[in-house]
């Protein structure tokens, strides 16, 4: 009945509803990881690190982002491993196994509990937050409208402003 993606990608003949506030996108690194292969300065320096893939649901790599002083640069990136799942991607970059670019808030608990270090936060763009979207019909169905409730009351993205 429905589908939850980050604001810009949600199809245009669809209506959202926002879910969370607006959300940074991030790259971290494991301590070790980052002591073994150095900090990345700038996002071309992401050519010499292992960075871990996303694969997204229609099955092409996600190209990672960034932006600064009004440049932006999308980009490739090289790495031996790929996922599609947020939680082994958060295992794999806590092991070390390479740079991870996620959303801030997935990030937050593995950043203070010291197992993850962000890099390049000054390149960090920032994207509308998640949304729910549903095909216009004149009634929302009621267990639709009681998960929308449900996400909003415990907003796991941080509070609406």
Same mark, same amino acid.
């Given at each position: 009945?429905?589908?939850?993606?980050?604001?810009?990608?949600?199809?245009?003949?669809?209506?959202?509803?926002?879910?969370?506030?607006?959300?940074?996108?991030?790259?971290?690194? *494991?301590?070790?990881?980052?002591?073994?292969?150095?900090?990345? #300065?700038?996002?071309?320096?992401?050519? %010499? %690190?292992?960075?871990?893939?996303?694969?997204?649901?229609? %099955?092409?790599?996600?190209?990672? #982002?960034?932006?600064?002083?009004?440049?932006?640069?999308?980009?490739?990136?090289?790495? *031996?491993?790929?996922?599609?799942?947020?939680?082994?991607?958060?295992?794999?970059?806590?092991?070390?196994?390479?740079?991870?670019?996620? *959303?801030?808030?997935?990030?937050?608990?593995?950043? *203070?509990?010291?197992?993850?270090?962000?890099?390049?936060?000054?390149?960090?763009?920032?994207? #509308?937050?998640?949304?729910?979207?549903y095909s216009g019909r004149r009634q929302l169905p009621t267990g639709l409208r009681?998960?929308?409730?449900?996400?909003?009351?415990?907003?796991?993205?941080?509070?609406?402003?």
């Open positions: 009945d429905a589908g939850i993606r980050h604001g810009g990608t949600v199809p245009e003949d669809m209506i959202a509803q926002r879910l969370s506030p607006d959300i940074r996108w991030v790259v971290g690194g *494991a301590p070790d990881y980052l002591e073994r292969y150095g900090v990345p #300065e700038h996002p071309r320096d992401l050519a %010499h %690190h292992n960075c871990l893939k996303v694969r997204l649901g229609d %099955h092409s790599l996600y190209r990672w #982002e960034f932006e600064k002083d009004g440049e932006a640069i999308e980009m490739d990136v090289p790495g *031996a491993i790929t996922f599609d799942d947020g939680r082994f991607g958060m295992s794999l970059v806590a092991g070390g196994a390479g740079l991870i670019y996620m *959303a801030e808030p997935l990030l937050e608990p593995l950043v *203070a509990a010291g197992a993850v270090r962000l890099v390049l936060e000054d390149w960090a763009p920032v994207s #509308e937050g998640y949304q729910i979207y009681l998960l929308i409730d449900t996400i909003r009351e415990i907003q796991p993205g941080g509070p609406l402003s």
